[in-house]
């Protein structure tokens, strides 16, 4: 047996050919969870996965899991992997990066006729992204068990459209079954900030992630003729809404750069150029790494309401949401990222994830760790997501070496 080694080309070629599926003009993409793109996505994955020898089986929320058998089938597999929907529009290489990566490792065991202990299971989780429907991290939290199957099934798009009639339109609304334990679950992923890039760090070793906070902010005011309605009488819930964006992103400013916030989204009812609006929803996300500070950022956006809706005479609810709370990988892992790097000549740094990933479901359920690369400038949900070819690689050899470490 030879040194299991990933093949750098492969894998950067296997990331250009998924790229081309919902290729945007730009250089981006657009793979919505259960749309048509995410269903080619998916099929050309089956399709290398069955090509390297890995039967695929796909669940009842439309997980894929690729099985490398091990020595013992009886002890629980290594899962490794990520996702492949992406934003609207979405970047190349957030979540293919993990995927496409575990795939390669699973090439690189065959390729040096590497026996591991433990199986090998490589995952596509169902929509991670959450742009189309909420809440992202929903395959890996149903697999977890920590959001109920009928729940995402109910999640419907803007048009209506329902997570479970999508899979069976897809055809990936399946009957076969994940692992029902894990020893671990591994992570590679494009850090989506520039702090290593800053620092001329190849590899990240994720210590966890940070508090996430999403809260809609329903705006009321009342319908009324847009241009004959005097000045006076007039209560624009689009009026309304046009403070707490400008307050959001102060607080963001104030909160920096430990903290983030801001508005992302806006539906404006009935949206006609000739009826003032009674009604205007916005999409509010946080980060912080304390607790405290999240919970400092709800309040100053909370007080801001307060005073835009008497400032406007209009009515302004916040949805009272739960905080997503930091999450803590396994250090012992993260000790084995770090030294795997150092074996390979990478420099690494330790920081942790302001975004939401599938491992943040799956620390639950086992002991989970991600590894970051750099990606150009720290720009993720954007056609201008880039990432070299070599750190790429460098992600994939330093998963490859704790996935063997980690199955034996
Ligand atoms: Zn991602």
């Not at 793109?37 to 994955?45: E, I, K, M, S, Y």
Request: aromatic share 4%.
């Amino acid at each position: 047996m030879t040194e299991p080694a990933i093949a750098p080309t492969r894998l950067w070629s296997d990331l250009m050919t998924l790229a081309s599926i919902g290729a945007l003009p730009h250089g981006g993409c657009d793979r919505l969870a259960l749309t048509d793109a995410d269903a080619a996505g998916r099929h050309l994955f089956a399709h290398w996965c069955r090509e390297a020898g890995l039967p695929v089986t796909i669940d009842a929320i439309g997980n894929m899991f690729a099985w490398r058998e091990g020595a013992d089938p009886a002890l629980p597999p290594v899962l490794i992997g990520s996702h492949l929907d992406t934003q609207q529009p979405g970047g190349r290489f957030d979540g293919p990066l993990g995927v496409l990566a575990a795939l390669e490792c699973a090439r690189a065991l065959d390729r040096a006729g590497a026996r591991t202990r433990r199986p090998v299971v490589v995952v596509n989780w169902t929509n991670e992204e959450g742009a189309r429907f909420a809440p992202g991290l929903m395959g890996a939290a149903v697999h977890a068990g920590s959001l109920p199957l009928a729940e995402a099934y109910a999640a419907t798009d803007r048009a209506g459209r329902r997570v479970g009639e999508e899979l069976r339109r897809i055809g990936f609304l399946g009957q076969g079954k994940g692992p029902l334990a894990a020893h671990c679950y591994l992570e590679l992923h494009i850090e989506q900030g520039d702090r290593l890039q800053h620092a001329g760090k190849t590899i990240g070793v994720v210590e966890g992630t940070e508090n996430n906070l999403f809260l809609l902010i329903d705006c009321w005011g009342e319908n009324a003729h847009a241009q004959a309605t005097p000045m006076r009488q007039r209560r624009s819930a689009l009026l309304a809404a046009a403070a707490p964006i400008t307050e959001a992103e102060q607080i963001g400013q104030e909160h920096a750069p430990a903290g983030s916030a801001g508005i992302a989204a806006m539906d404006v009812l009935p949206n006609n150029r000739i009826n003032i609006p009674h009604h205007a929803r916005l999409s509010f996300s946080a980060t912080h790494p304390t607790s405290d500070g999240i919970e400092a950022i709800r309040t100053a956006i909370a007080a801001a309401a307060v005073r835009v809706a008497e400032q406007t005479g209009t009515r302004i609810e916040l949805e009272p949401a739960p905080v997503r709370p930091a999450v803590d990988f396994d250090p012992a892992l993260g000790d084995a990222v770090e030294q795997a790097a150092a074996d390979l000549g990478y420099g690494t740094m330790r920081l942790r994830s302001r975004a939401g990933h599938d491992a943040i479901r799956m620390a639950p359920f086992c002991r989970s760790q991600m590894i970051f690369v750099p990606c150009e400038d720290g720009i993720s949900h954007s056609e201008r997501e880039n990432m070299t070819e070599s750190d790429a690689a460098a992600g994939a050899a330093v998963l490859l070496r704790v996935l063997c470490r980690m199955a034996g």
